[in-house]
């Protein structure tokens, strides 16, 4: 049985937008090779998973396979953690990378790398 890989390499840019509404652009790599090292041949789509307040990780967006970018609009002043997994055409997902996470204050830009090895 294949299993997904779990190197993923996650990007979030944040950006400055009008008032007090913020942009969070995440931006990652798409795997190329299961964990055993065969080519990732059956990809579907990534889940974006975010947490506000607490540990639990809640579903935000699920992304087409052949994106590797998406933008949060709906955050505001606040702190938020992202993860990112990978999911093949069979539904079955990736361990989740690393998270990333931005305490938002004021507009700014904020760039932050985590890599899931």
Request: aromatic share 6%; hydrophobic share 35%; charged share 20%.
């Amino acid at each position: 049985m294949k299993t997904l890989t779990s190197m993923l390499t996650i990007l979030l840019l944040i950006v400055a937008a009008p008032a007090l509404a913020e942009t969070i652009t995440l931006t990652w790599d798409a795997p190329t090779e299961n964990t055993d090292n065969t080519p990732y041949t059956d990809p579907a789509g990534f889940k974006i998973y975010r947490h506000d307040a607490g540990d639990v990780f809640t579903e935000v967006a699920d992304i087409p396979h052949t994106q590797t970018t998406t933008e949060r609009t709906d955050v505001g002043i606040g702190t938020y953690c992202y993860v990112v997994t990978a999911y093949n055409s069979k539904g079955r997902e990736s361990e989740r990378s690393n998270e990333a996470c931005v305490s938002l204050t004021q507009p700014k830009t904020i760039e932050l790398r985590i890599t899931i090895e």
